[in-house]
């Protein structure tokens, strides 16, 4: 943690002073939203952000040194990133995280004395300027830290040690650190974990370790009351990073870090996915894909090298071999005009619900909820539209916006409908068409192509046809390759998001 300019030499902070509280009530209304600290310094409660005016100079080396600069101390603090603030006897202190390049974040700390007669003022101002930090976001989290030490290029460990623990501990959050040892161990960690001891499981990770804590969870006795209770985020240490890039906009560990102190308990949206084993039950967080997505992403497992690249590599090679990946689809349509899911979009972005509370909150069940439709075995119901397809190029469901980086795929996804977003492409569409299309994902034009079909579905069946072996993915992981179901359920998930309400994508 770094320490910023103080106005003289301080002593170490001691504990708060106690004062009565009907004598702090009695000074409410007399404190303003400036704080005079001395030396010409003063710190006031702006719109969105701490205004430090500070006209002490400060000399700032530039270009290795070469030449010097004459400035003040005086900045513009947002209130999002204010962490911790304290009054001490003598002195007032306030720890932020410092914007140190474009997305990469460090503790700060400014300090000023406090006289005696300026004691209980400074107290106010200092739980005004923390109302303002935190509103609704839940202070001091208590968070179970899981690292995969294997995901995407192996650094997980490091960059959580790096970037995000030192915010964390500047935040006072609470916090227990796990390596998992194999493939699993994070579900086996979630379904011991003791719901009350944490707010929230962040995974340094994938989103390999959110879907396996998911599952974890599930696998709980009460596992409707652990999925209301944990949240479940991220720390974007792997290849593939939707669930940060969703909910807080961003591949940065230390912004994540940010975004995770001052999350907002979000309920989200849970599918559960099953085959002719009714034991196969398994929930979704992110996306399930049969054809050309699927293909790219678990068939170029052996490529985890190139990162990121390796998916985009798997994609033009099998749109280039106009592959399809023929199958019979049954789903329950809830809206299939995208004029409709647009307006729909509107109308939920323009409805803010609750939030989640810290202890879960009224639910439905303690229980994970029964599956209304069966498994693969059942009977498809009457109401379901069926579809049966020689030439599928690509059949794509997703329950979050963004995929990857600069792959916002379904921008009319939303955290809490109820409902999952389904785009199915014809495999035999020319290679220009389907290499623009590819290039319109990243722009944001993908959406309104014509040949982008989009239902926006509570369930669906997909079996495929004439192929023995293939790739079926679910949240990025592979599933046997067989028909399987998919029904959504709606809230039955928690997560820390920025804004409590929408993904951070841009929206149809």
């Known amino acids: 943690m770094t320490s910023e300019h103080s106005n003289g030499d301080l002593p170490q902070m001691a504990g708060p002073v106690p004062l009565e509280v009907e004598k702090l009530e009695a000074a409410t209304t007399e404190v303003g939203p400036s704080l005079d600290v001395g030396n010409g310094v003063t710190l006031t409660l702006g719109a969105n952000s701490l205004l430090v005016n500070d006209p002490r100079p400060v000399k700032v080396s530039a270009y290795c040194g070469i030449w010097t600069k004459t400035t003040n101390s005086s900045q513009e603090i947002p209130f999002f990133n204010i962490l911790v603030a304290d009054v001490s006897d003598t002195t007032i202190s ?3 995280a410092k914007q140190i390049m474009k997305d990469d974040y460090a503790p700060a700390t400014l300090k000023y004395s406090v006289k005696a007669d300026a004691w209980v003022a400074a107290k106010i101002w200092v739980k005004r300027l923390l109302n303002l930090a935190y509103g609704d976001a839940q202070p001091f989290k208590r968070l179970m830290i899981l690292i995969n030490p294997f995901g995407g290029k192996g650094y997980a460990k490091s960059l959580y040690t790096e970037n995000a623990a030192p915010i964390f501990e500047a935040a006072q959050c609470k916090l227990d ?9 994070a579900s086996e960690i979630a379904e011991k974990l003791d719901i009350s001891a944490y707010d929230a499981v962040v995974c340094c990770s994938g989103d390999g370790l959110p879907y396996e804590v998911l599952n974890g969870l599930a696998k709980k006795s009460n596992a409707g009351e652990a999925l209301a209770k944990v949240a479940v985020t991220m720390l974007p240490c792997g290849s593939g990073n939707a669930l940060a890039w969703n909910t807080f906009g961003t591949n940065s560990v230390s912004l994540a870090a940010l975004s995770i102190v001052k999350g907002l308990r979000t309920p989200v949206d849970l599918a559960s996915v099953t085959q002719a084993d009714s034991s196969s039950r398994r929930l979704s967080f992110l996306s399930q894909s049969y054809g050309i997505v699927a293909e790219s992403d678990l068939g170029t497992d052996h490529l985890r090298w190139m990162g990121a690249a390796r998916f985009t590599y798997g994609l033009l090679v099998r749109l280039m ?12 349509v809830e809206m299939d005009d995208k004029a409709k899911i647009k307006e729909h979009y509107r109308a939920y972005k323009a409805q803010r619900p609750p939030l989640r509370p810290a202890d879960g909150g009224e639910i439905q069940s303690r229980e994970l909820p029964p599956l209304r439709y069966g498994t693969t075995r059942d009977e498809i119901p009457e109401d379901w539209e069926r579809i049966s397809s020689d030439t599928m190029g690509n059949f794509y469901a997703g329950n979050m916006a963004i995929m990857s980086a600069d792959a916002n795929f379904f921008p009319s996804a939303l955290p809490n409908d109820g409902l999952m977003d389904v785009v199915t492409i014809d495999g035999t569409i020319g290679r220009m068409k389907a290499l623009t299309m590819l290039k319109a994902v990243e722009t944001g034009g993908f959406y309104d192509y014509e040949d982008v079909v989009v239902r926006k579905v509570s369930a669906y069946r997909l079996t495929p046809r004439n192929r023995q072996t293939g790739f079926i993915s679910v949240d990025g992981e592979s599933i046997p390759f067989e028909p399987f179901q998919v029904e959504v ?3 039955l998930g928690t997560t820390l998001t920025k804004s409590g309400h929408l993904y951070e994508a841009q929206g149809p």
């Open 321 to 332: 071999g106009r592959m399809t990946y023929p199958c019979d689809l049954a789903l329950k």
């Open 489 to 491: 359920h709606r809230g």
């Open 94 to 96: 306030i720890t932020y």
């Open 177 to 185: 650190v796990e390596t998992t040892q194999h493939a699993g161990h």
